[in-house]
DNA sequence: CCCTTCTTCTGGATCGATCAAGAAGAAAGT
DNA sequence: ACTTTCTTCTTGATCGATCCAGAAGAAGGG
């Protein structure tokens, strides 16, 4: 009848956990009345209840295993988030931080955690999906959204992409960038700039650095870089422009210091362009480092206008023109969907953007 | 024999999931060999595991449940995050940020994930820290630390506590706030300063804007605040300035916009401080905006010295002097702790510290 | 006094996997 | 030919809880 514990000898170290079944046994109750003093309060007597509270504290019960409740109720508790890219990246733009932060303020709403997968590459991102103990997933724009995708999928719970094409198989949560770019490039176009470069999010998330590789694009199924540009290209159609030469450089990372230095090629050719189409604010930034580095005034030699509208975009000399995103509200809009999935078919969200003119735009100088 | 479903009725909808048993039946082994095709590759012949997953991608079997797995082997491959304040803030004090994404690259490295808590308030804390299926727990420095510490220790899962008193019974990682502080003031003195306002993390979390609480800072648990202080005065006492009238505000919420008011308040009195000791680069920089509204140079007119060095401290204009502390490094450490515990009693870990002199501090102007 | 209802508590079945021990057959050593 | 070893696969027990149906006793209604 005794059981005996591994090697275990009493010492001071790892004993065997107090489980639901000692505290029953210990306070003369059967494990559903133990179970119930901790999850249901009116299903026993408060005398009872408080009694077995006391004894649970003296066995040093923490309170029913969550694995073992998580198992049994079929909830986690929590959400996860599946990231495109290092998580080290993820805490560090402000892109992806914000959306964190929306996401995070409806978990805390719904009383629930939030889980971070980590980025273990395409091959084994499956696995972490896999053995996720969530009650839904998000997925946060990446650059091999068919493995996720697919590996979500299986998982059969309620999930949501961001910046996904709406043929994905769920819910999905979206600006329309397109349209967003057009109008940027449009306010450069009538402020009379003829003479462009863009400077371009990362098309494959392969470290690349260079000219855009157009080519490529037709492969993605992550994005905003490729919807972004053909926005550029979009507004300038429009114009009667579309024999323009849009020069563009791809930009790893989204960092700064590569945008200014891609900034800084395009701003060393003759004919130099008057204006910088950044698809993104940090870019847009790196292009004013370039501005500073070559002696351009901005705007009255050089305009830039960033996309995003980070916090820094109001803090930067000078406060950068930009599209403004609901960063926030996107990882917001998204977590609630995972909470309250829409019934029958998926839901696409298409969230509102707008122009927002500050003070790194300006009329062409050649104008 | 057979088992009836509940209300399921074969209906499009929730079907009853597909378990490793039924993969086992459909493919004509034992539960044991289809769980070990998931997990030892090396138990069976690489025939037969291949039939059985591609049986299981037919049956849309997407790998063994997770939480039934986590109750099974006692592991949930994530660790938590305990924060003290809203996740809202955490996502947004750069400082907490930056711990994060130190904490997430170990996360990275050992292929565990990252499960953040929500903040529930101090009566609720416990429930969710009782319910999290993690392996192990990180404090991140809060107000109401003895009721997190209790539920945590209750959980006996290795944790690691940030800047929390080395008497509580887990291990700790820390920088000296106070001889950092005493450095950041002696600086000053040694320009020649002798009349200081110092800009204060809220002692409470309690939202109080106002003259620093003394008479609560003995109640505190969560000491970064209080440390600071005493290292200030504790430079004031080495210099032999002990009766100086060190004039304090407390800033709820780290916020910029509160410390601006409140530098505003402490920059009217007569006769003027000629320095102010802020307590994070936020509340700095918030003196940094109080100081142009009152018309005010720095540092010809006024010093400013920070704390903690976050990105934004060599960006702004004038560049922060600031104590430099491994912020990163702090997640980082505390989770190498909790992934590797350290055998036998907990580690006190304290990272080091640096002044960074930028361009916010100059000679006292009447000096 | 009997029947119903409510409160309080209990035991067995179950969630879906992994583990330990061992069986069956093939391969190898003597 | 017989024992040993290795490979491959299986059965029963177990992880620690919650849920369901029902029992025992108290309370209330006619």
Chains 1, 2 share one sequence.
Do not use: W
């Amino acid at each position: 009848m005794e059981t005996s514990v591994g090697q275990d000898g009493q010492s001071d170290g790892s004993q065997r956990a107090v489980t639901l079944l000692d505290l029953a046994r210990a306070a003369g109750v059967s494990r559903t009345t133990a179970s119930n003093a901790f999850n249901r309060p009116d299903q026993l007597s408060p005398k009872l209840r408080a009694r077995v509270l006391e004894i649970a504290d003296k066995l040093g019960y923490a309170g029913p295993n969550p694995m073992a409740r998580m198992l049994r109720t079929g909830r986690a508790g929590s959400i996860g988030v599946v990231f495109g890219k290092s998580l080290t990246y993820g805490f560090t733009d402000p892109t992806s931080i914000a959306f964190l932060k929306g996401v995070a303020s409806v978990c805390e709403k719904e009383g629930a955690s939030l889980l971070i997968l980590p980025e273990t590459g395409e091959a084994q991102v499956g696995n972490a999906i896999q053995g996720a103990a969530v009650d839904g997933f998000i997925i946060y724009c990446m650059h091999y959204l068919t493995a996720v995708n697919d590996a979500v999928a299986a998982r059969q719970l309620p999930s949501v992409a961001v910046s996904a094409p709406e043929t994905m198989p769920m819910s999905t949560i979206d600006i329309d960038d397109r349209s967003a770019a057009r109008e940027a490039a449009a306010h450069l176009i009538g402020l009379g700039h003829r003479r462009f470069g863009v400077l371009a999010l990362d098309v494959l998330g392969d470290g690349y650095d260079g000219p855009l590789r157009i080519d490529q694009m037709a492969k993605l199924e992550c994005t905003p870089s490729v919807d972004r540009y053909r926005g550029y290209r979009d507004a300038l159609d429009a114009a009667g422009l579309q024999d323009i030469d849009l020069r563009a450089f791809e930009v790893s990372g989204n960092s700064e210091d590569q945008a200014r230095k891609a900034a800084f090629k395009l701003l060393s050719r003759k004919p130099r362009p008057t204006a910088i189409l950044a698809m993104s604010d940090r870019l847009a930034v790196g292009a004013l480092m370039a501005a500073t580095d070559l002696g351009l005034d901005v705007p009255g030699d050089l305009s830039v206008v960033g996309f995003d509208d980070i916090p820094l975009a109001k803090a930067v000399t000078p406060a950068l023109t930009t599209v403004h995103q609901p960063l926030e509200e996107k990882g917001a809009a998204a977590a609630r969907l995972v909470f309250h999935p829409p019934k029958g078919r998926p839901r696409h969200v298409v969230l509102p953007t707008e122009l927002v003119v500050r003070n790194s735009t300006g009329l062409a100088p050649d104008a």
